[in-house]
């Protein structure tokens, strides 16, 4: 059976419903674009100095230091921080050719990262927490509302971070900024901890592992399969994994050409990057023939006129990808889509289906206890702050941005890394 009307839907259908938002906004293939970017940035040793590095070797070119200058000059403006060109210069010694950047002590402390990314998005982490600590207010913080601020904005690989950023530096930029009394701007800063503006929309960090060993076998001809919402023949695969899983694949054998929907190859590569322990928990993937029947209700429901479904997760770890028809998302979206659903089935198979129960209790507490959420979609409901923290959890996994949420939401990163294993 399915996880529950609430669950399943909201969960997942839900969570398309703001990707799409955020694509026709032009903000979803952006920010994936530059998070794969910055999942994987060079790690090497802090130097004695703290200087870092835009570019080695080939690519440090005079042309590149004015473009380095350049962006830099328009980034210390945005967050109101000097910046003089002379810190940029050309270094050629034992450590090699490269575009070198002198840490302005103005800028608060040097980044962890040493080779910085092309969105620069590290150099504005510690400007942003250079600019928190600057204002009026932050002294009447409490001590652990500045820790929770200091490590939101200056985490400079995730998404959440760079959202809480950008929300500050529209803050800082606004006229009425200089003008707020202490008291109005510690609220300021404390609001970011929970604000809508400050969150991403969506959990969308880019799955960072790399697919498992697997042999598709099929197709088999099953005639007349009750699909969701239809009745036609199917084509029936197996996806077999070294370790024994064999997922079974179902998609229409004469699918509609007016609809756009995702192929059995693009379903093998999502499942084959799930990791294991997520894997563990499907089933069957459905590549459903038809939109989901049930998206007038739930438009209804949830008052999204043209509300519609993406995926659904049933709590027996049967998933079913619904096509569109107007576009689909991504292969990234949707690798993450399913990791997203799998927490839910790992949730109701472990914890139970009754919120108020078993594991939610703690999970409830871990909720309150960081204060941070993980994007927008998490704070629809419980259900959707575990599935949401488990795509991050499980997606960053081996990367630099899971030591960040650790220090986002210390509580729920405990939970999953006992449990999830």
Known sequence: MDAGP????????????????????????????????????????????ADVVFARGNDATPDKMGEVRARLRVIASNWGLPFADDQVRLANDVAGRRIQLTWPSAWGGAPQIVDIPSSFQAIEARMAVAVARAASGWALLAA????????LLGGEV???????????????????????????????????????????GIASEPVSATAAEHVLSGPILAPSHAFRGSTADADRYALTFT????????????????????????????????????RSRVKTVTLNPVTNPEDAFWAAQYDQA????????????????????TSIPSQGVMNQSL?????????????????TKGGWVAWRAAMASDVVAVSNYAVN???????????????????????????????RWSILTEQLK
């Open 158 to 200: 995730n998404l959440l971070s760079r959202a809480c950023r950008y929300e500050l530096r529209s803050l800082r930029g606004a006229p009425s900024w200089g003008t707020m009394s202490a008291a109005d701007q510690a609220k300021a800063l404390e609001g970011l901890l929970t604000d809508r503006r400050a969150r991403p």
């Open 243 to 278: 370790d024994g899983q064999v997922v079974t694949i179902l998609a229409p054998h004469a699918p509609d050409p007016t609809l756009h929907a995702h192929t059995v190859a693009q379903v093998v590569v999502a499942v084959a990057k799930l990791p294991v322990a997520s």
């Open 306 to 325: 043209g509300f519609h479904s993406y995926m659904t997760a049933g709590v027996g770890g049967d998933v079913t990808i619904y096509p569109d028809k």
């Open 339 to 355: 990791i997203h659903e799998t927490g839910h089935t790992w949730s109701y198979q472990v914890w139970g289906q009754d919120t």
């Open 381 to 411: 409901d419980i259900a959707e702050d575990v599935a949401e923290t488990v795509q991050i959890y499980r997606s960053t996994l081996g990367g630099p941005a899971h030591a960040e949420y650790a220090a986002l939401v210390p509580a």
């Open 6 to 49: 609430r669950q399943d839907r909201q969960g997942t259908l839900g969570n398309q419903e703001v990707v799409e938002r955020m694509r026709l906004a032009g903000l979803a293939s952006d920010e994936s674009a530059e998070s794969e970017r910055e999942q994987a940035p060079t790690s090497r040793d802090r130097p004695t100095v």
């Open 144 to 151: 652990d509302t500045q820790g929770r601020l200091e490590a």
